[in-house]
């Protein structure tokens, strides 16, 4: 029997196809036997239904044509991608990821119903970094779905962390930078659930959002030259401390071997960051301007709906005033939100100013120098 206390039931990896959880548990060490067993029971039963899924609906999903490209949100992690996202999919012409489409994305059709119900349940604080809930109608990032087929996922980093040899998932992320036969498993594994979620919306356009895609804007282009992408930034003092607490908490839930210590975390934090906006700022630029647009979050958040219509009127996105009442429900309903309140010590403010001057200067943002 498993002992089921300090079991986590909303670990991203339950969902996880079998075959792709014997890749990762054969490559990384797991001293969190406990949560590892079940990990390995809960993907094993489910994997009969997910071939049985996989079996009935391959063709299908493999006819399945993306007749429009993705829009795309992109930005570090904590710059106001996911209120942005939450917002936009508030317009019914967009097809999206949902909890069920993306944490169980192997069983998502014949399950759907049964997992809705548990996954209402587990989802309710499944997110240790904000004060925000996981609703079953609001979307998730597409790549936690790819984490479930594939090897190429960022997100590993959190679960395999190593004491911080595990950062070797976050080169999964600079997908162009690696060898071809990882190239290949990624595109294969990344147009595979895109095309799926596109049978199971009927073809609507997908708004997709996930703080890694900043690391491969151009490959995402180059996989669907229609594309736009919606660029958020923010103070990046602001963004690296949310980072730092995200990861660290996430870190503590799901991790499977050694969590990665503090100072380890920051560095990540800060190098991600340089590595990720250096690579962005360039391929963004080198985007016809008609495909692309920066937002200011703290603008953004001042002026939430004027800021969208203003994303509609430059990226050539038709319907707004028939998604303005979506739009004004879903801010109604965010009127008491409270953000986290993080303090700035001197030595993560120097380790800041000194990476990422090039970012203060681009974006316009003040440096804290004393």
Known sequence: MIDMDKINLSHNLLGCRFDNWLRLKRSNPIT???????????????????????????????RTKIQRDPVYIVGYWRSGTTFLQNLLTRDPQYGWFDPVKTVTFNNCILM???????????????????????ELDLPMEEVFAQATISTQAISHMLVFPDGGNGVKYIET????????????????????ILRKVTYLCKGKQLLLKSPENTCRIAELKRCYPHAKFINIYRNPYKVI??????????????CLNKPAPREVIEEVSIDLFERIYKKAIRELENMPQEDRIDICYEDFCRDPEGYVEKIYDHLGI?????????????????????????TLDSSLRDKINSRLGFYFDYYGYEMITG
């Open 173 to 192: 992320a600079f997908i162009d930078e690696q060898d071809e036969a990882k190239q290949r498993e990624w595109r294969i594994a990344y147009d595979y």
């Open 112 to 134: 759907k119903r049964v997992l809705a119900k548990v996954q209402k349940n587990l989802l309710k604080d499944a997110r240790p970094m904000d004060n925000m809930d996981y």
């Open 318 to 342: 038709g319907g707004f005033q028939e998604a303005k009442p979506y739009f004004e429900k879903y801010l109604d309903s965010q009127k008491n939100y409270q953000k986290n309140v993080f």
């Open 241 to 254: 401390m949310s980072t730092i607490n995200m990861f660290t908490k996430e870190m503590e839930l799901l």
């Open 32 to 62: 969190n036997k406990k949560q590892g067993r079940f990990i390995s029971v809960v993907t094993f039963f489910m994997g009969i239904p997910a071939l049985l899924e996989w079996l009935i609906f391959y063709f299908p999903i493999k």
